[in-house]
């Protein structure tokens, strides 16, 4: 019999998001403060009918997100790096992972997470 592991939440879900709070929160950053946040994805190439990245960044751009593609190195997948103005605290942001993690995966593409710039609040102690 094999031991229970552990596994990680699936990236961008609200457990993924809190991780990565969490990890803010030990520089000082309760994620509150708006920032530029960078939400990564690419093409599925496991997923035959993957939908072409001009439907894709339409859906992106309907959304007013900015997006920047990043040609994939060594023959690899192409990337889009997504961005937008927000902060990273509130269960508003977890919806917007959420709608990334599944709307991506209906149109055949991964979404790859985010990561913004660790920016300590007033709160923070000072040095």
């Known amino acids: 019999m094999t031991p229970d592991v552990d596994q990680a939440p699936p990236i961008g ?3 993924s998001n809190a991780l990565v709070r969490e990890n803010l929160a030990r520089h000082g950053d309760d994620g509150s403060v708006e920032r530029e946040v ?4 690419y ?6 009918q993957s939908e072409p990245i001009e439907i ?4 992106l751009e309907e959304k007013d997100f900015v997006v920047n593609k990043i040609a994939g190195e060594d023959g690899g997948p192409d990337w889009l790096r997504v961005v937008q103005h927000r902060e990273v605290a509130s ?3 977890d919806l917007v992972t959420e709608w990334f993690l599944f709307r991506l995966h209906n149109l055949g593409w991964v979404y790859d997470g985010w990561s913004c710039s660790v920016l300590p609040g007033p709160s923070a102690e000072k040095e």
Not at 38 to 41: A, G, Q, T, V
């Open 13 to 15: 879900s609200p457990a």
């Open 38 to 41: 960078e939400h990564f994805c």
């Open 91 to 93: 269960v508003g942001f």
């Open 56 to 59: 894709l960044l339409a859906v």
């Open 43 to 48: 093409a599925d190439p496991g997923y035959d």
